[in-house]
T-cell receptor, first 112, second 115 residues
């Protein structure tokens, strides 16, 4: 079953607005990663946050992690049309393996 | 440093044929992962390999699917006797080290269509 569930499934905003996507997961993790996927393309790694971190920034991206609630959020500030893509969170499965378990994704549409 | 390479980018097969998907990890990376993505879904883990070893194949169907990562050359995901349900995008990722906190770098994917 999916480890992560993103919310919302789809989001439409105007350029300049902020976009917030949430991810919930089920089991203990070592880290959580966010990826972007443009339609029909591969995945681009955005940011990794470790289980002992609460917040991380990268450019216009801000990621938070709440391990007590098993949830994370990705905030894109001052969105641009080029941010239109699907966004996935991914967690590691356990301490013994390195596979990533992906959520179902949030499809973000930014209108110019 | 070239990224993860996958070929072909698109592959069309008829039912019953074999599909071979290739993945060349980033230079210096010895860990390879294969994932499958069905339309409108997230990626699902299939198999994790190191050079000449399958470490975790828990996500790979027991029949018709196999994977290898030889000492020399790319990793190969092989699907025998393909069926329509195998149509999906198959992504390969690589990482330099196993263990915690290692980012996986993804290739552009191979889109398999089974007619």
């Amino acid at each position: 079953s999916q480890q992560g569930e993103e919310d919302p499934q789809a989001l439409s905003i105007q350029e300049g607005e902020n976009a917030t996507m949430n991810c919930s997961y089920k089991t203990s993790i070592n880290n959580l990663q966010w990826y972007r996927q443009n339609s029909g393309r591969g995945l681009v790694h955005l940011i990794l946050i470790r289980s002992n971190e609460r917040e991380k920034h990268s450019g216009r991206l801000r990621v938070t992690l709440d391990t007590s609630k098993k949830s994370s959020s990705l905030l894109i500030t001052a969105s641009r049309a080029a941010d239109t893509a699907s966004y996935f969170c991914a967690t590691d499965a356990s301490y013994n393996t390195d596979k990533l378990i992906f959520g179902t994704g949030t499809r973000l549409q930014v209108f110019p | 440093n070239a990224g993860v390479m996958q070929n072909p980018r698109h592959l069309v097969r008829r039912r019953g044929q074999e599909a071979r998907l290739r993945c060349s990890p980033m230079k210096g990376h010895s860990h390879v992962y294969w994932y499958r993505q069905l339309p409108e879904e997230g990626l699902k883990f299939m198999v994790y390999l190191q050079k000449e070893n399958i470490i975790d194949e828990s996500g790979m169907p027991k029949e018709r699917f196999s994977a290898e990562f030889p000492k020399e050359g790319p990793s190969i995901l092989r699907i025998q006797q393909v069926v329509r349900g195998d149509s999906a995008a198959y992504f390969c990722a690589s990482s330099p080290l196993a263990g915690n906190y290692n980012e996986q770098f993804f290739g552009p994917g191979t889109r398999l269509t089974v007619l």
